[in-house]
Every structure is written in structure tokens, then in C-alpha cells.
């Protein structure tokens, strides 16, 4: 099968789908409609073999991550997705050794998109180790973007879903362990809390989505709104697998520094907390209030007994760890 043959055969028809999209699929660009008082909101991310899934993740699970990581960006913002462009690079044995993978891929990718109203509008294939990069791109109102520096001090730190499910499956996998099947679909095939994002909108002062663990990405939010946070353990969110694991050995880095969560972790000012009970079953995710922004710097950490907690590492960083797969 031809370059050619295999946009035609398993992408064109996942471009269909929006009449914003003018030209897509099969031209050198695409043309596409931003509406009127909107602002274009892009993203991209690449996906490498051994790094972010391990070399035998179903291909129809890779299709399903390479999305949704992007889409868990534009939820960060508060942006709404629409379009998608995807940069595929195959070693030359695949179709060989795996005929069907590039089916499976597609498949994954393509229900993805459809549930949440993205055309594929774009992209490239070529030859080489394997590795997926896809560009999502969303619309917010003009002056509706939700930021990683508008915290203020005394608003609520807060997130959604549990914490640490990816980072335990990655773990048991690695160890040549079969995780519970439900922690091991949070890993393969994250949900982006793109209607939370939107919810959200108007309310959270900074927001951000948990790919390098909370630890990390709640010091993003820190350091560019210039304040500290205090993080009660007691209250972080998390399935029975991720509390057994952090009881039996007092090691609270899998919930705080683990990959791969993509739950949004979001500032909210006080006066708003009456407001997440309805949010969250609106939106069908738990909202969880685990810390608070003070004034200051860095992240304090406090046990349920009331010792600080310190992390070894904050979360994953692509140059800094030396860990096999990042689940992030």
C-alpha cells in the first residue's frame, strides 16, 4: 500500500464531519472557518513507542491516547475541540508483521474524534521508528481562556477523577503484572475532561491538565501565578488499588508525581465551592477540594498524620528520568 493508499483507505473519511472545515484531507493545506469572536486555541504532542506506550499497547489504544492527550489540552483551556491534524511515523515491517494495526489505529482515533465533533483536517505519513504526533486545535471566546497564572490566594485547589490509576497500571505492567483492567484503560485510554473544561470556564482561575503528575503540574500553576500551595493528602482522590498501595508503604509520589492521570486540576475562588457538587454531575466526574494557594512560593505537601511529605521528583521530565515509559 501506497503513502496514498493508506490516507485514503483508513484517514480521509475521518475529515468529514464539520462544515467549518472548507478543505481537508488531500490538499498541501487545509482551509479551514474560525467563527466570528472566537479564538483559535492549538496544541500538539508526539507519542514514541517505549515512551509513552509500551511496544505490545493494542493499536487501537495508541489511536484512542494520540488523541485524547490533545484534547486534554484544549480542556485545560476551556476550549472547545474542532479540528485535529496527525504526523504518522511507521517502521517499514508493520504492515507485515501487524496488517491490521493500521486499521485498529484508526479505529481508535476515528471514535475518538467523532465524540467529540474533531475532523481530522491534515497531516503526514512517513517511515521510521514509530512515533504519533497530532495537533488539536479548539475554540474559546475572546477573552475566555482559562490560564495557568490566575490563581489568587485563598482560592480552593481542585481536581477531578482519582489520581495515580495510570502511573499504578504502568508500574504493574513493567513488573510483568496484569493491572485491574479499569486502572490499566486509564493508562491505554485516557478520557479528556473536555466538558469539565468548558464548565469551568468563567469560574476557575487557573486551570491545568495532569499529565506529569500533580506535583508537577500544580507547580506550573504556582510558579506562573507567583504563589504557594498547601495540599492536604488526606483529601486527594483515589481508587482502592492507589489507597491500598500508598498505605501499605507511606509512599504518596504515586498519586502526586505519577504520568498519564489527565484529570484537570483547577484554582477556584472560594466563594465558588457550593458550585462543584452540580459542576461535576453535570460534567459525570468527581471534584475533589485537595489543598489551598497561599501567598509564598513552592508546594507544601501534609500528611494524614500532619508530617510533610517530601517528593523525591515532582513528576515525570522527558530529559531528567530515567524511567523506560513515562505514562505521560
Do not use: N
Not at 462544515?19 to 490538499?27: I, K, N, S
Not at 503484572?177 to 478520557?191: A, C, D, F, M, V
Not at 489507597?243 to 486540576?265: I, M, N, R
Amino acid at each position: 500500500m501506497s503513502e496514498f493508499d493508506l490516507i485514503r483507505t483508513h484517514f480521509a473519511a475521518l475529515g468529514t464531519s464539520r462544515a467549518d472545515v472548507l478543505l481537508g484531507v488531500g490538499d498541501d493545506c487545509a482551509v479551514l472557518a474560525v467563527p466570528a469572536g472566537q479564538r483559535l486555541a492549538v496544541s500538539i504532542d508526539t507519542l514514541a513507542s517505549g515512551v509513552h506506550f509500551l511496544a505490545d499497547c493494542a493499536a487501537e489504544a495508541i489511536g484512542h491516547k494520540s488523541l485524547a492527550v490533545g484534547l486534554s489540552d484544549l480542556a485545560a483551556m476551556g476550549a472547545e475541540p474542532a479540528w485535529a491534524t496527525l504526523a504518522l511515523t511507521l517502521p517499514v515491517e508493520l504492515p507485515t508483521t501487524a496488517p491490521d494495526w493500521l486499521a485498529d489505529f484508526a479505529r481508535g482515533f476515528g471514535r475518538l474524534a467523532q465524540e467529540y465533533g474533531v475532523s481530522l483536517v491534515g497531516g503526514d505519513t512517513t517511515r521510521g521508528p514509530l512515533s504519533i504526533t497530532v495537533q488539536v486545535h479548539g475554540f474559546i471566546p475572546a477573552g475566555a481562556e482559562v490560564r495557568r497564572g490566575g490563581a489568587r490566594p485563598g482560592d480552593l485547589i481542585c481536581v477531578s477523577g482519582t489520581l495515580g490509576d495510570a502511573g499504578f497500571a504502568l508500574r504493574a505492567l513493567l513488573a510483568g503484572q496484569l493491572p485491574p483492567p479499569t486502572l490499566r484503560t486509564r493508562l491505554e485510554r485516557p478520557t479528556p475532561r473536555v466538558a469539565l473544561g468548558l464548565a469551568l470556564r468563567g469560574l476557575a482561575g487557573a486551570m491545568i491538565d495532569v499529565s506529569d503528575g500533580l506535583a508537577a503540574d500544580l507547580g506550573h500553576i504556582l510558579a506562573a501565578s507567583g504563589l504557594a500551595g498547601a495540599l492536604d493528602l488526606a483529601a486527594l482522590p483515589l481508587s482502592d488499588a492507589v489507597a491500598v498501595a500508598v498505605q501499605t508503604t507511606g509512599d504518596w509520589s504515586l498519586p502526586l508525581a505519577s504520568g498519564d492521570d489527565y484529570e484537570l486540576c483547577f484554582c477556584l475562588p472560594s466563594v465558588h465551592r457550593d458550585r462543584l457538587a452540580a459542576i461535576a454531575a453535570r460534567c459525570g466526574c468527581p471534584l475533589t477540594v485537595i489543598g489551598r494557594v497561599d501567598r509564598g512560593a513552592g508546594l507544601v505537601c501534609t500528611t494524614p498524620a500532619g508530617t510533610p511529605f517530601a517528593l523525591a521528583h515532582a513528576g515525570f521530565d522527558h530529559f531528567a528520568s530515567a524511567d523506560s515509559c513515562d505514562a505521560s
